[in-house]
Structure formats: structure tokens, C-alpha cells
């Protein structure tokens, strides 16, 4: 069980009580990566075993070229949970900025967002490629990924989430 903080309605200051927000995995990763810090290889496939009573959910998805996994990842320890701060990528050269500014997996609440390339549906099956959650992880949702709503490529972005070094022809 987790919780969030609700504030009454136009009541100022900080909120007052938390309220549960249940949270229930629908799934669970299937993947070659089984140790954190392993680095995710964007051409091995994975699969996420949806839970058999949650199969009929998945009619349609079959479509879809991309989906979005969101996922809880499990295995992200109190320390990094407490951590309000990182360098990018661990760089020395880059600024320290706030986890909620990155995509690192140290962050209050550990949940990944991937989008996928969907492979196949097979029952309670989905085979994807591109994952990068850990053997085991617990799978919260799955939807389909729609370019018109969910690619923004003229979205502006900080110099420094290049990294120190720019790849070639990107803008810094």
C-alpha cells in the first residue's frame, strides 16, 4: 500500500493526511537482466507475463508497434530512494541537479516508464524488445504508445542531458 498527500480544496500550506493509493502489479518482467546496474541491451527481447485474469485486457494491443511499461523497480534500495540529488549518468563534468530532473532509477518512488517495441501478443504474453527492467520486476500498466500524443520531439531540454560530450549533430 501507498500513500499520497491530499489537501482539501483551496486549503493553503502543506497537506494533512496521507491516503492510501493501492497499487497492484498486473505483471512481472521476464528479461536476461538479473542484476541492477546491468546495462540494457536495446536489441535483446524481454517479455511481460500479464496476470492470466488480465489477459482478455490485452485485446488489441496486438496493433501497436510501441507500448509504454510502467513498472515498479523493486530493487532500488532506501538509500537511493532518499537520494535528492545526482550528477547525469554519474559524470563528474555535469551539474548536480534533482532526481525528478533525470531518468535515474534512484527516486522517492521507483517507478519506470519505457516505451518498447511490441514483438507479439501471445495470451498473457507481451514480447518486447528494448526493456530495461530487471528479471522479476513487478509490472504496473501497459498502454499502447500513440506518436501523436506521446512524441514531442521539438521539446526543449537542458545542455546538459547530452552528457559532456554532444552527440554528433545534436544541439547542446
Known amino acids: 500500500m501507498f500513500s499520497f498527500w ?27 537482466l538479473r542484476e541492477p546496474g546491468q546495462a540494457p541491451d536495446p536489441i ?9 485474469d488480465l489477459a482478455a485486457a ?3 494491443l496486438e496493433g501497436f508497434g510501441r ?13 537511493g530512494r532518499a537520494l535528492r540529488q545526482v550528477r547525469p549518468g ?17 527516486r522517492p518512488n521507483p517507478i519506470g516508464v519505457t516505451v518498447v517495441e511490441l514483438l507479439g501478443v501471445e495470451g498473457a504474453r507481451l514480447r518486447v524488445r528494448g526493456l530495461d527492467a530487471l ?6 500498466d501497459v498502454r499502447p504508445y500513440l506518436p501523436p500524443y506521446d512524441a514531442f520531439p521539438d521539446a526543449a531540454m537542458p545542455s546538459w542531458v547530452w552528457g559532456p560530450t554532444p552527440p554528433h549533430g545534436t544541439a547542446p
Open 135 to 140: 528479471d522479476g520486476t513487478p509490472v504496473l
Open 44 to 52: 535483446v527481447a524481454a517479455e511481460v507475463i500479464v496476470r492470466d
Open 58 to 60: 490485452l485485446v488489441g
Open 90 to 106: 554519474g559524470h563528474a563534468a555535469l551539474p548536480l541537479v534533482g532526481v525528478l530532473a533525470t531518468r535515474t532509477h534512484n
Open 6 to 32: 491530499k489537501r482539501p480544496q483551496g486549503a493553503p500550506g502543506p497537506p494533512p493526511s496521507p491516503v492510501p493509493v493501492p497499487l497492484e502489479p498486473i505483471g512481472v518482467v521476464r528479461s536476461p
Open 67 to 79: 507500448i509504454t511499461v510502467v513498472f515498479w523497480m523493486d530493487r532500488v534500495p532506501e538509500a
